[in-house]
């Protein structure tokens, strides 16, 4: 019994059941009401229904009439024919034609047709109940009646009389038509008012019971949608922890506890991530430490090696030395300083990224005795991202070609175009065999990072004799890679994807 009522617990087959039994009950109604309201429209227009047939046949049979005063014959014939077409075959109250007759414009029968024919040659009202023949006088001598009248004789007996007029007008007779309404009509009548009015109650009866159904269907969907929207907002809010409760089969019912399941990830994908990016971040710390600090102390240590030579020839020189060797110290310091304020570094402080390099360049050829030149083209305000990212990497190149090159000249080239910012640092060092490079270091693997951060690449370019060239481009405005996950003590949290 279980596995049988199961799929009925299902929302689809709950509407689906609904819906059906609303169109059986619409259909039903439909069949009683539609052939219900053509036959009670029709019935309360007898007259007209009857009227409607005759007066075309009356107009066609006026030639035939104006013949009559000589010959009879074309005009009975006329008439027989029409007596067999004049009640349509689709006729819904079932008339039996009991005669068709013609009448000159005095009464007299001129022609008759049918079961139960009037006597030709005789006057029609003896013939004709009292109501019909003040109808027969009233078609024959009233102008306003050259509509038509139609009559109710007893026996359930209908006499239709119209006149018979010629082009001008003027009327050459009359066509009567005697019909007997069968049994099936007194039926008609009362199929006609019990399926209008038992139709309309059923009518009534379903609504009612549409709207109750409805609204306790209803009901109970917004109660369970209603609980799930609330868990939802909690989520919203970022309150993983709420539980939308609905212990349904029906397909809300597994959707609500497939949410309770994505609430479940969402939470552990939150705690997940904010390690992710604790992470992240002291992964750019130590790129940020390589690529200043490290740098800086690199260099004291060589002013230190060199003043440690000159002491014992040149004091004056290795005073010197010490001199440019306090100021890497303070440089040194104060990028400390600006990493632990998370500020952008020292040497753009309060400058652009080209005055930072015509600051840094001559420094470091005083420091390394290489000639440092600089060439800017096309240039557009960078943000501070982008900025930083290339500063990083002409820090790198330098200390790169400090340490390894032998180089005595450097060219680094600046340029934007469109919407791409392109940096070339080359040297004319001794160069190296770029597949002799078993793995990139530290500071190599850094700078293509940063690139990469920012929608760009890195390529390095040597070869044994010819000198290094590093060139590095990327997006002019940048790409933000952060995600804000959520929020702590008011503050907003930050999951860094790449970062720079």
């Not at 009522?5 to 039994?21: E, G, I, N, V, Y």
């Not at 390095?460 to 952060?482: F, K, M, N, W, Y």
Request: aromatic share 6%; proline share 4%; charged share 15%.
């Amino acid at each position: 019994m279980q596995r049988f009522l199961r799929p009925f617990r299902q929302l689809r087959w709950k509407l689906t059941f609904s819906f059906a039994l609303t169109s059986l009950v619409a259909f039903l109604l439909v069949v009683i009401l539609i052939p219900g309201v053509y036959l009670l429209l029709v019935g309360t227009h007898i007259s007209g229904f009857l009227l409607g047939n005759l007066r075309p046949q009356a107009d066609q049979g006026v030639p035939y009439l104006a013949e009559a005063s000589t010959d009879v014959g074309p005009l009975v014939t006329w008439l027989r024919i029409t007596n067999t077409t004049i009640i349509p075959g689709q006729d819904p109250f079932h008339f039996h034609p009991i005669s068709l007759t013609v009448t000159d414009t005095q009464g007299n029968v001129l022609a008759s047709t049918g079961p139960q024919p009037l006597t030709p040659g005789l006057p029609a009202s003896p013939q004709l109940s009292a109501q019909s023949r003040a109808s027969l006088q009233a078609v024959l001598h009233n102008p306003q009646a050259r509509a038509g009248e139609v009559t109710q004789e007893p026996g359930n007996m209908l006499v239709a009389i119209v006149p018979m007029l010629d082009h001008g007008g003027h009327i050459q007779g009359a066509l009567i038509l005697k019909i007997n309404l069968s049994p099936t009509q007194v039926l008609v009548s009362y199929f006609l008012y019990i399926t209008f009015f038992g139709g309309s109650a059923i009518l009534a009866l379903t609504m009612l019971i549409g709207i109750v159904f409805g609204y306790l269907i209803a009901r109970g969907l917004t109660r369970r949608l209603k609980r799930l929207s609330e868990a939802a907002n909690r989520w919203s809010s970022g309150d993983f922890s709420a539980t939308a409760i609905d212990t349904s089969q029906d397909e809300l019912g597994q959707l609500t506890r497939q949410f309770n399941q994505m609430a479940a990830q969402l939470q552990n994908l939150l705690a997940a991530r904010q390690q992710l990016a604790t992470l992240e971040e002291r992964n750019r710390l130590a790129r940020d430490l390589h690529d200043s600090v490290k740098q800086q102390i690199f260099a004291i240590s060589m002013q230190i090696a060199a003043t440690r030579i000159l002491l014992s020839r040149d004091v004056e020189a290795a005073g010197e030395r010490l001199n440019k060797t306090e100021k890497l110290v303070q440089q040194a310091q104060q990028e400390l300083t600006s990493l632990i304020r998370e500020l952008r570094p020292v040497a753009l402080e309060g400058k652009g990224l080209v005055a930072a390099l015509r600051e840094l360049l001559p420094q470091w050829s005083q420091q390394n005795e290489i000639v440092a030149n600089l060439h800017v083209g096309e240039f557009q305000a960078l943000p501070v991202t982008v900025e930083e990212a290339l500063f990083r990497v002409v820090q790198e190149a330098l200390s790169n070609i400090a340490r390894h090159s032998q180089a005595s000249l450097v060219q680094i080239t600046l340029n934007v175009t469109g919407e791409t910012i392109s940096l070339s640092v080359q040297d004319n060092g001794q160069g190296f065999d770029l597949t002799h490079l078993e793995h990139r270091g530290v500071g190599l693997h850094s700078m293509q990072e940063r690139m990469k951060a920012l929608g760009g690449d890195l390529k390095l370019e040597s070869a044994p004799g010819e000198g290094t060239q590093i060139v590095a481009h990327c997006a002019r405005l940048g790409v933000d890679h952060s995600t804000e996950i959520g929020k702590e003590n008011g503050e907003s949290i930050w999951q860094i994807q790449s970062p720079l």
